[in-house]
């Protein structure tokens, strides 16, 4: 199977700029994921979706950091504007089923420098 | 609150040498444990769980966990490490409720040397 396709791989900007992740999860995947990683740290989940509704989303910081998850299927995390702080790699993934006994599967990232 | 703490930042082994990388985390109730091991410029793969019943969980590439729960800790473990096992860990837990929130340590960095 696909696994969790994330884009661009890369992405430099200037802070007060916004930017744009998007992420399409496995096929027939219910809950999909965003999490910040910080280097030298662990994955922080930013929000968590079910569907098309937002299960978790007590550590994104909502004055500047927005996500939809339209249809139930692709999603997209935006940063408006943009922090120093905000430089780290974004992470998105998906898991069958809403159990949280179910393993996360990882795309591979977004690396976001903020100049 | 839950919590995860891997104690050690870097663990160095040899080849064919056992490894043990260790997670210690801090839940109410029983929790669900995972590990994932990520590849430099990669997301995180999967390699085991623990639910419930054995203690010892087997995952993927020979990697194994035994779940202590009196010392609230999952470590993992290998009878024998391989160069290719380099890479960085992360023990993670969840709530065993629907939709869990899961919770990352900060990863321990695994070296085999030849």
């Known amino acids: 199977e696909a696994g969790v396709a994330q884009s661009p791989r890369y992405k430099i900007i200037e802070k007060r700029q916004s930017v744009a992740f998007w992420c399409n999860p496995i096929s027939g995947h219910a809950t999909l994921y965003w999490y910040q990683q910080i280097l030298g740290q662990g994955p922080k989940l930013l929000i968590q979706f079910q569907n098309n509704g937002v299960v978790d989303d007590s550590q994104l910081p909502k004055d500047r950091f927005s996500a939809e998850r339209l249809k139930g299927v692709d999603s997209t995390l935006k940063i408006q504007p943009a922090k120093l702080e905000d430089s780290a790699v974004y992470l998105c993934?998906?898991?069958?089923?809403?159990?949280?006994?179910?393993?996360?599967?990882f795309g591979d990232g977004t690396r976001l420098s903020i100049l | 609150a839950q919590s995860v703490a891997q104690p050690e930042d870097q663990v160095n082994v040899a080849e064919g040498n056992p490894l043990t990388v260790k997670c210690t985390y801090s839940v109410s109730g029983n929790p669900y444990l995972f590990w994932y091991v990520q590849y430099p410029n990669r997301g995180l793969q999967f390699l085991l769980k623990?639910?419930?019943?054995?203690?010892l969980v087997k995952g993927s590439y020979g990697f194994e966990a035994e779940f202590n729960k009196s010392q609230t800790s999952f470590h993992l473990k290998k009878p024998s490490a391989l160069v290719s096992d380099s890479a960085l860990y992360f023990c993670a837990v969840r709530f065993n409720t629907n939709a869990g929130k899961s919770t990352f340590g900060d990863g321990t960095t695994l070296t085999v040397k030849p």
């Open positions: 623990y639910i419930t019943g054995d203690n």
């Open positions: 993934a998906s898991s069958l089923g809403t159990g949280s006994h179910q393993p996360q599967h």
